[in-house]
């Protein structure tokens, strides 16, 4: 009789944590997916229902204008393939050094109700000159060890 028990806990047991690590895994896909978009893919979606998503892009020099005290921004990202496809983003926060117009930047958040602006909360600068230098550098200090 006993051995019957045990084997009724360690089913129970079992499909209570198959149970609950499927919520888990469903609720993380669902609630905290961030989409990751060029420009053109974000203006070719319903933007409405897109929640959160991370854009990337350069910062146009046409419409930049930066807060007083680098503390948020507003300008226009554009597609690095489809100069012509272009977001609105608006931004709150402290500003990278390296934030100016030409600059590669990854912006997180979600977009406005009208889904005319996308609102940020991060946003991260990529600069690919410091790294294009130290690329070359270890290129030619391999070239010369070869």
Do not use: W
Not at 96 to 105: C, G, R, W
């Amino acid at each position: 009789m006993a051995k019957k028990s045990n084997k009724t806990v360690y089913a129970v047991a079992l499909v209570l944590f198959l149970g609950g690590l499927s919520y888990l895994i469903f609720s993380g896909l669902t609630q905290d997916s961030v989409y990751f978009l060029n420009v053109t893919e974000a203006l070719a979606q319903d933007r409405a229902e897109i929640g959160n998503a991370r854009l990337f892009g350069k910062v146009s020099p046409t419409g930049l204008t930066i807060a007083d005290g680098k503390l948020g921004a507003d300008f226009d990202l554009v597609d690095k393939l489809a100069h012509d496809k272009t977001l609105r983003v608006e931004y709150k926060g402290a500003l990278p050094d390296t934030f100016k117009s030409d600059v590669e930047v990854i912006v997180e958040g979600r977009f406005s109700p009208d889904g005319q602006v996308f609102l940020a909360r991060t946003l991260v600068t990529k600069c690919p000159s410091k790294y294009e230098e130290k690329s070359k550098q270890m290129d030619a200090q391999q070239g010369q060890a070869g």
